[in-house]
């Protein structure tokens, strides 16, 4: 579970460095696809191919470019439709979605209530932090998000549930993840991007340089094997605390407002949640 706390840390921080300093300033589809290239980068020196056979190699590649290249593709033009807190508010919905696939796709019926339960209130706990009265076209937006939220979780639980031998095995293959995601994102930047908002200032590709390596590299990297330590349930319920982590970090390095009362009680309830997850220790 630490591994995915430390994440969840990591991203928080690095959403904050988007919202300041690339959002409106550097197209979205340039920024994701130069993160999956620099992260590809990173893992190219240590793949090797002969590791893992070639269905297995192919379905790695289809993780990286569900989990990554489609969601972003999805998540981007939700934007053209709702407001970010719109977008924060429902993405709430992933833990119940990560359950779902991991019970239906994998015909695993006999999940326990209390991982259902936990990937509620993780729900619950996220929308109470984040619920904001809709705007009045919102509908087109929510659609495209469940879209995200689904491909995100679905690449957690085929990840996770596709053998791929210890950990150093899985570090020696993962660039297929990159080189999925790479293609899907390269052909969503030809076909969407506005190439006139490219990174142009040495903060910029220095932001995106942190994103590509840390954020996206060893971020997913790691996120992926922890997917493989803990059960469904805690997988889905972490899937929701970069909510108020994002909130606190954006409170302590920028200044943001924050409803204090509502991020108590809705962290409150994220935590009871994840703490619901934890109570089966052994991994489904």
Not at 71 to 78: K, N, T
Not at 116 to 126: E, F, R, T
Not at 142 to 162: D, M, S, T
Not at 218 to 234: C, E, H, M
Request: glycine residues 8%; proline residues 3%; aromatic residues 14%.
């Amino acid at each position: 579970m630490w591994i995915l706390w430390a994440v969840t840390a990591l991203w928080a921080a690095s959403f904050s460095l988007i919202g300041e300093f690339l959002a409106g300033q550097v197209d979205g589809y340039i920024a994701v696809f130069i993160r999956m290239a620099l992260a590809l980068l990173l893992f190219l020196p240590f793949w090797r191919p002969g590791r893992l056979a070639l269905p297995k190699q192919l379905a790695l590649a289809g993780i990286g470019a569900i989990q990554i290249g489609v969601m972003y593709l999805l998540l981007y033009h939700a934007f053209l439709y709702l407001n970010v807190a719109e977008v924060l508010l429902f993405t709430i919905f992933t833990p119940l979605y990560v359950t779902l696939i991991d019970e239906v796709v994998f015909q695993r019926k006999h999940l326990p209530w209390s991982w259902w339960s936990a990937a509620a209130l993780a729900v619950i706990g996220a929308a109470v932090i984040r619920f904001n009265p809709l705007s009045d076209d919102f509908l087109t937006g929510f659609f495209l998000i469940q879209g995200a939220n689904l491909c995100f979780a679905a690449g957690q639980v085929f990840y996770k549930r596709l053998p791929l031998g210890d950990e150093r095995n899985q570090i020696h293959v993962f660039a297929l993840f990159f080189i999925g995601a790479t293609l899907t994102t390269g052909l969503a930047m030809a076909a969407f991007a506005n190439f006139s908002m490219q990174p142009a200032t040495a903060l910029q590709w220095g932001i995106l340089l942190w994103l590509g390596l840390a954020a996206s590299g060893v971020g997913y990297l790691a996120w992926n094997l922890a997917s493989k330590r803990v059960n469904t349930a805690q997988l889905a319920t972490m899937n929701n605390m970069l909510i108020p982590a994002g909130l606190l970090v954006n409170f302590l390095f920028w200044g943001d407002q924050v409803d204090w009362l509502r991020l108590a009680i809705g962290a409150a309830i994220l935590a009871s949640a994840v703490y619901l997850a934890s109570l089966k220790r052994r991994l489904n």
